[in-house]
């Protein structure tokens, strides 16, 4: 990299030797690119030494109706009985054999300070279990303004928390293209994702962009943004039943080499048909043939209560996730 610099900064030159230089770089860098060096102009698949390994984790959204603090509004009334909090939570995934638990932002306590982080990362790491990740609500299509401002703000107060936390990936959103049109929405996006990673990157900590409708709703989408973020700390956060297309499982597999966290769903749905019970050894075939290694977080949605089926799906999950 030192000679690289050499090229192009050793005076004087002409306007031709100029353009001499910066092809020979240019040449050169093409050349560093198996070394992880052309991650800095745009990710490319991960590339991950070694054999596939699927740590199981539990994302906190599968609970979404029983947690006693929430910043939006319950889908169903629930038994105040079951109530639970973000330490119970953690307790419940080691129970359950996680390795890892995805505390999602949505439900922490509204004054939300160090000193409750710093608890929760003691209470996890004395129950064995890692904080896998946390994920934020935000949209990154909003015009310049008091709002993007705003968003990304928000986005990088998670960022300093999962540090707090110890928790090495943050889930985030792109948006949708309202009143604008998709490639000034994406254009949008892509700058504050990369204001953000930026930040983010100096703290050690991964932004998963999730395959979450809006701009993202298309695999080949979903990749164009991820590809066009100049940084190598933003990757893709796979939902697993997201993709409401002709072949769900197909952009499953294009988008998995990108993947630097996983949401596995219980459902998928393709294009005009209803939900139907997803293939889970063949969405785990997808992530083994990606050599994927890292975390994936059952994200239960299923209209079944999840005391009941929650464990009935980490038992096979965790089964399949052991099998060679």
Avoid at 4 to 24: A, E, G, V, W, Y
Avoid at 226 to 253: E, H, I, Q
Avoid at 274 to 288: F, M, N, S
């Amino acid at each position: 990299m030192r000679q690289i610099l050499h090229l192009i900064m050793k005076p004087p030159f002409s306007r031709r030797q100029f353009i001499k230089r910066t092809s020979t770089v240019g040449i050169a860098l093409s050349a560093l690119a198996p070394l992880g060096v052309s991650r800095v102009f745009g990710i490319e698949p991960f590339k991950r030494a070694g054999a596939p390994r699927l740590l199981s984790s539990l994302a906190a959204y599968s609970f979404r109706d029983y947690f006693i603090d929430s910043n939006h509004k319950r889908d169903k009334e629930t038994d105040a009985s079951k109530r639970i909090d973000m330490f119970q939570f953690v307790d419940y995934c080691a129970e359950h054999g996680c390795a890892g638990a995805e505390v999602t932002s949505y439900y922490f306590p509204p004054k939300l300070d160090d000193e409750y982080l710093i608890r929760l990362r003691r209470h996890a790491f004395l129950r064995g279990v890692a904080i896998s990740g946390t994920a934020v609500g935000n949209d990154f299509t909003v015009p310049a303004g008091e709002k993007r401002d705003r968003e990304i703000a928000d986005t990088k107060k998670w960022i300093d928390r999962a540090a707090v936390l110890g928790a090495p990936h943050i889930r985030i959103f792109a948006g949708s293209a309202k009143n604008i049109s998709k490639d000034e929405a994406m254009k949008l996006c892509i700058g504050a994702m990369e204001e953000c990673a930026d930040y983010a990157g100096k703290r050690g900590i991964f932004l998963g962009l999730e395959n979450h409708g809006g701009i993202v709703a298309e695999a080949e989408d979903l990749l164009k943004i991820v590809r066009a973020v100049k940084s190598p700390w933003l990757g893709v956060n796979l939902d697993t039943g997201n993709f409401v297309t002709d072949d769900p499982y197909g952009d499953l597999a294009k988008c998995a080499p990108y993947a630097v966290n996983v949401q596995i769903k219980v459902e998928v749905q393709k294009r005009g048909q209803k939900k139907e019970a997803a293939d889970l050894p063949r969405v785990t075939k997808i992530l083994r043939d990606a050599n994927y290694q890292g975390y994936v977080a059952l994200e239960y949605e299923a209209p079944e209560d999840p005391w009941q089926a929650v464990p009935r799906a980490l038992k096979q999950l965790n089964t399949l996730f052991a099998a060679s």
